[in-house]
């Protein structure tokens, strides 16, 4: 009986740890889809206050010595 039970503790410790990793792995999952949607979120902002247009690019100054 006790080498059953080792044996049923040492599958449960397994699967602990699965759900461990599937948990972190969803938690990233979810961490990316809400940076995505608040990058969504910013482009409509920036396309309405331009009027559909992209902003502009304004190239960066050179950087001459004198």
């Known amino acids: 009986k ?4 080792h ?3 040492l599958g449960l ?5 699965e759900v461990r990793r599937d948990n972190a792995r969803l938690e990233g999952l979810l961490a990316s889809e809400a940076r995505s949607e608040r990058r969504e979120d910013f482009d409509k902002e920036v396309q309405q206050e ?3 247009q992209p902003p502009r690019e304004v190239p960066a100054p050179s950087r001459l010595r004198i």
């Open 2 to 5: 006790a080498e059953i039970a």
């Open 13 to 17: 410790k397994d699967k602990f740890a």
């Open 7 to 9: 044996e049923v503790i």
């Open 50 to 52: 331009y009027g559909g």
